[in-house]
């Protein structure tokens, strides 16, 4: 017999225990959704509460500082954060993203920068702030979208086979 005809044994299925799984993946991922979400809004609440009293100015992108990270493929790639200049009294400061691209701002492109007005040196990039919190959000939301979703399914399908049967 040849490897093609060879037949694999497959044990059987447990019906039971296909829908435990599923519903403790249904679970799982809504609870990873919901603690996503909330670690977004935490985070984000706090960060306003400690960026309160920063203070609004533009700054001037001035370089980029090159990332080495790996592709979805695992390949190696270059990326890019963006380097921004600014200005507080006279005194100029610099900052880096925290997010890099493969295709970031030009260098001269303003942006805008929120500064400590007790410590310019501490500044965040306010558009790569809202950048994370939007992928969080939309990560989070889309997680326990799916694990909603197969809950339902799995409700309905339970619902439909105890009509049928």
């Known amino acids: 017999m040849s490897n093609s005809q060879q037949s694999r044994y497959t044990p059987p299925v ?3 225990r296909a829908v435990r799984r599923l519903w403790i993946s249904a679970a799982v991922l809504a609870l990873v959704g919901i603690l996503v979400l909330g670690y977004s ?4 609440a706090r960060r306003g509460a400690d960026t309160a009293d920063y ?5 001037k992108v001035v370089g980029h500082q090159e ?9 190696p790639s270059v990326r890019y954060a963006e380097i921004v200049e600014y200005r507080v009294q006279g005194r100029t400061y610099k900052i880096v993203s925290n997010i890099s691209k493969s295709s970031p701002a030009a260098i001269g492109t303003v942006l805008q920068v929120s500064y400590d007005p007790d410590d ?3 500044a965040i990039l306010i558009g790569a702030v809202a950048q994370t919190d939007t992928v969080l959000r939309v990560t989070g939301a889309a997680v326990l979208a799916l694990g909603i979703f197969l809950m339902v399914q799995r409700v309905r399908a339970t619902r439909d086979k105890a009509k049928s049967g």
């Not at 809004?41 to 984000?44: G, I, P, Q, T, Y």
């Not at 990332?67 to 390949?75: H, Q, V």
């Open 14 to 16: 447990d019906p039971a």
């Open 41 to 44: 809004f935490l985070s984000a």
């Open 55 to 59: 203070v609004e100015v533009q700054g």
């Open 67 to 75: 990332k080495g990270d790996l592709d979805r493929a695992s390949r």
């Open 120 to 122: 310019p040196s501490q």
